[in-house]
Each structure stands twice: as structure tokens, then as C-alpha cells.
């Protein structure tokens, strides 16, 4: 997906606890490194749940094979939009990832913590951005939370592209 102005001109206000131009340039360079991922056939869940997070809160509409469709929320699957009291039920999902459904992290490492890293920042304005962005090489890093011992992957694994709930992530 692109992030483009009118995109982020049509974000609901009360959706973002975070400078909007900020959140901005952290789902574009989401919605960069998963679209290169997917070129190169590797696997990058954070950066792929970061993405699915921002177009959530972000109200976007997304198309697939299916057609054109409003995002789902990342965790519980739900079809509307964001709005404040979805997105703070949304978190405490995430919170809860890792208790209910604890073989998504082999499955599907880093995605889990990508969306609750990214509702953490955007929406409770708690811990850094889930991307830290390093300009001298335009590279981007997951941060991990204060404390937080959750390992990251620290090389994608590969696998073939694919299309799975209105984003490309490639399959391994």
C-alpha cells in the first residue's frame, strides 16, 4: 500500500495519540520494507505487523485478491474501523498474543510484537516508535520495549510472496 498525503490527511483524529506526520513515515517505512521483503522472498513479520497496525488505526482501505475492502483490525480480525474504544480493546489483544495464542511467534516471528510495539507507540504513547529510522543508511531496525528480552529475528528467513489478509507477506 502506499502512504500517501490524502492518505494520511483522511486519518480520524482521535486515532493517533502521536504526531501524525510522524506515524506517517513510520507506516510508509513499514509498508517499504514489507513490499522489499516480498521482492526478495524473505520473511519480515515486524515490519509486516507494524504495517497492518498503521493501516488499521489509519482507516485505510486496502485491496487484494478479493477487492477493496477497509484494513482489519491486526489481532481480533474485526472489519470496522478503528475508533477509540476498538483500538484500546485491540491493545489489551495484543497484550494477551503471546498467552492465547503462543504458537503464532514460531509461526510467525516478530509480527506479534510489530502490532503491539506500534499500538503501544500510536496509540498509548508509551515506548518508542516501533521503527527506528537511521537516516545515514536508510535502514530500519525494530526497537524492542524498555526491559523487553522478546528475541527479534535477526535475518528473514526465505520464502515465496503471497497475499494474506490484504498485505504481501512473503510464505515460508
Known amino acids: 500500500m502506499e502512504v500517501t498525503e490524502d492518505v494520511v490527511a ?5 486515532n493517533l495519540r502521536v504526531p501524525r506526520a510522524k506515524f506517517a513515515t513510520i507506516w510508509a517505512t513499514a509498508e517499504r520494507l514489507n513490499r522489499e521483503a516480498c521482492e526478495q522472498r524473505v520473511v519480515a513479520w515486524y515490519p509486516a505487523g507494524v504495517a497492518v497496525a498503521c493501516r488499521w488505526l ?8 478479493f477487492g477493496r475492502r477497509p484494513a482489519q483490525s491486526p489481532v481480533t480480525n474485526r472489519s470496522e474501523n478503528a475508533y477509540e474504544e476498538l483500538i484500546e480493546a485491540e491493545y489489551l489483544a495484543a497484550e ?25 507507540w500510536a496509540w498509548r504513547r508509551e515506548g518508542p516508535p516501533p521503527l527506528a529510522l537511521d537516516a545515514d543508511v536508510a535502514s530500519v531496525v525494530p526497537v524492542p520495549r524498555t526491559g523487553d528480552q522478546t528475541p527479534r529475528p535477526a535475518a528473514p528467513a526465505p520464502g515465496a510472496a503471497a ?10
Open 10 to 14: 483522511r486519518i480520524p483524529p482521535g
Open 58 to 65: 489509519a482507516g485505510a482501505v486496502v485491496e487484494d485478491q
Open 96 to 120: 494477551l498474543l503471546p498467552i492465547r495464542r503462543p504458537g503464532l511467534a514460531r509461526r510467525q516471528p516478530g509480527w506479534s510484537e510489530g502490532v503491539l510495539a506500534t499500538l503501544r
Open 163 to 172: 497475499v494474506w489478509r490484504g498485505y504481501a507477506v512473503p510464505r515460508s
